[in-house]
């Protein structure tokens, strides 16, 4: 990195964590520290919203899932304008209507202190969790290209986002990630230019998609009904539907942004914003990743882009193995940029017999090239099996490193950064609100004073902050780490959406099924992930499901036992 990449990284950080102490400071009650006084417009909501959800794992994973796997991961996202209109119907309202400060507050006016207590839990296990691999996920990829020390950054991000966090609450969190946001998307469409300049003088982008689609890498829509399949339409449609109507209705880190609306028509104004731009925004995430991979079919990629991985096998007995892979590559990477000029040239001449030869050479290279690139992830098992052979996350990075001219290197790791920065802000910020309102004033201290709980918000937040960098540092890259952040949020979210469901619509229903429903549909739901009885997006819409059948045969056998007759279905 030039001395201008330092001071553009090193200077955005600073701007953004003094720019959010500065328009925050001043003695705070609950309410503005909490839900920043009820003064946010719609579009600090939707801004704010989508870079709560756009953590750096976004930035970093999607251009690789892209560039090995194409568009298809996009499905993930076709259910969230659905969910965005439920929630805006029904989520928004009640909870402005009830002037609550976090989602789980309801279910106490609902149900009963416990079940409230325990839809918190729920949520401090699975975002705290969510919190420090969103501070671990930049760095152990940017520790790996860069040779920083991991530890250190893991904390050198905690500690930027604890300040700013701990001391504006809410109203910091939102103010900074409007700048966040910015930085974000001004960055990756720089990015973009720069990938379509980088291509040969002959290969427009009309003609950059063509090449992308003889590798199949624009496959967006897959029909296939099944359950094993992580991205279809139908997953997305459902599993999506029930992931995201849960993430945006019931995870504290997403209902504070928008609880901080001036009103009831600004919170959802921001939301449709965010169901409205959500989708074209990752759809151009993934497009950045697709037009990467088309760069590569004129330049030759490395074998494995992770570098500690290159590096280990490189000095290892395995290294001759290794090497002869590579070899092996770098020829069919020659054969390639060849093919890809055939297909080329058929595209000019509109020789439909030349491009369909040069498309089956490209498709065949490409299979020898996967086969050359698992090989080469068996060597670097043999030689460690604790080391991290999938390499999506690093494909992006690498490319920004290895191509992008001084000042664009800054701003694109600012960018990776701010990102992890943004989403882990708000993951502190809910976690914060939670312990201090659901489970500590709830539970432990119920008759204090205002100035106690925002001190109790501010102390549980720094402690969230903490857990969460000794998470990022103790932490291991799982596959592709944008599915795990996925992952870990549908084992939980079907089941707290389920509960949230009960107690909007089912009357019938009271606390006590509810809560025993809820714990069993949990160990069911972890059983099925860990058995792998379907793709973990549909685990969203199973838990809901089965708490909500569970907790209904509950009460319904508990009415026949106490001999009540009134067992009708009141919604």
């Known amino acids: 990195m030039a001395t201008i990449d330092w001071y553009l990284l090193i200077g955005t950080l600073l701007f953004i964590v003094g720019y959010g102490v500065w328009k925050t400071r001043g003695r705070k009650n609950v309410n503005e520290y909490v839900l920043g006084g009820n003064q946010s417009k719609w579009w600090t909501i939707g801004l704010s919203v989508m870079a709560t959800q756009a953590s750096a794992i976004t930035f970093l994973s999607t251009p690789g899932q892209a560039y090995h796997d194409g568009m298809g991961f996009v499905q993930f996202y076709f259910g969230l304008p659905l969910a965005m209109i439920v929630i805006c119907m029904v989520f928004v309202p009640l909870y402005h209507k009830l002037k609550v400060y976090t989602a789980y507050e309801f279910l106490e006016n609902r149900f009963d202190v416990k079940t409230r207590t325990l839809a918190a839990f729920l949520f401090l296990i699975q975002r705290g969790l969510a919190a420090g691999i969103t501070i671990y996920a930049p760095s152990i990829i940017l520790s790996a290209v860069l040779g920083w020390n991991l530890k250190i950054l893991n904390i050198i991000i905690g500690v930027l986002v604890i300040i700013y966090t701990v001391s504006g609450g809410t109203k910091a969190v939102s103010v900074t990630q409007k700048q966040q946001m910015f930085i974000i998307m001004t960055g990756m469409f720089i990015a973009f230019f720069f990938i379509l300049g980088y291509l040969p003088s002959d290969i427009s982008f009309g003609k950059a998609l063509k090449v992308a689609g003889a590798s199949d890498k624009l496959n967006i829509l897959d029909f296939e009904l099944n359950t094993k399949s992580r991205y279809t339409v139908w997953s997305g449609l459902t599993g999506g539907f029930f992931l995201f109507m849960s993430y945006f209705g019931t995870d ?52 494995n882009f992770n570098p500690a991985a290159t590096e280990m096998v490189i000095n290892s007995k395995y290294a001759d193995d290794y090497k002869l892979l590579e070899e092996e590559h770098l020829k069919l990477s ?23 030869l040069a498309k089956k050479e490209i498709v065949l290279l490409n299979k020898k090239e996967k086969i050359g690139r698992d090989a080469a992830k068996e060597i670097i098992t043999q030689a460690d099996k604790d080391i991290e052979t999938n390499d999506k996350d690093y494909v992006f990075i690498h490319f920004i490193l290895n191509y992008l001219p001084q000042g664009i290197i800054g701003l694109l790791l600012a960018v990776i950064l701010s990102a992890a920065m943004s989403s882990t802000a708000s993951e502190l910020n809910a976690l914060g609100t939670i312990s201090a309102l659901d489970i500590y004033k709830r539970n432990f201290k119920r008759e204090e004073t205002d100035d106690h709980y925002v001190k109790a918000s501010k102390m549980f937040t720094l402690i969230w902050g903490i857990i969460a960098i000794i998470i990022a540092c103790v932490a291991n890259l799982f596959d592709n780490l944008i599915q795990l952040v996925n992952i870990i949020g549908s084992i939980f979210y079907g089941n707290v959406l389920g509960i949230f469901l009960l107690a909007f619509f089912l009357k019938y229903v009271k606390g006590n099924a509810v809560f025993v429903a809820a714990i069993i549909t949990q160990f069911i739901v972890i059983i099925g992930w860990w058995q792998d009885w379907m793709s973990y997006l549909w685990l969203n819409a199973f838990g809901c499901a089965l708490v909500i059948a569970i907790a209904f045969l509950l009460e319904s056998f508990d009415r026949i036992m106490k001999g009540d007759n009134d067992t009708t279905l009141k919604v």
């Open 334 to 356: 020659n054969q390639k940029e060849i093919a890809q000029h055939r297909f080329s040239k058929a595209l000019d001449n509109n020789d439909s017999i030349a491009l369909a």
């Open 252 to 303: 504290q880190s997403q209902v504070q942004r928008y609880l901080s609306g001036k009103s009831i028509r600004e919170s959802q104004l921001g939301l449709i914003f965010n169901g409205v731009l959500k989708i074209p925004m990752q759809f151009f995430i993934l497009l950045v990743g697709v037009m990467v991979f088309v760069f590569y079919q004129y330049n030759t990629s490395p074998l």
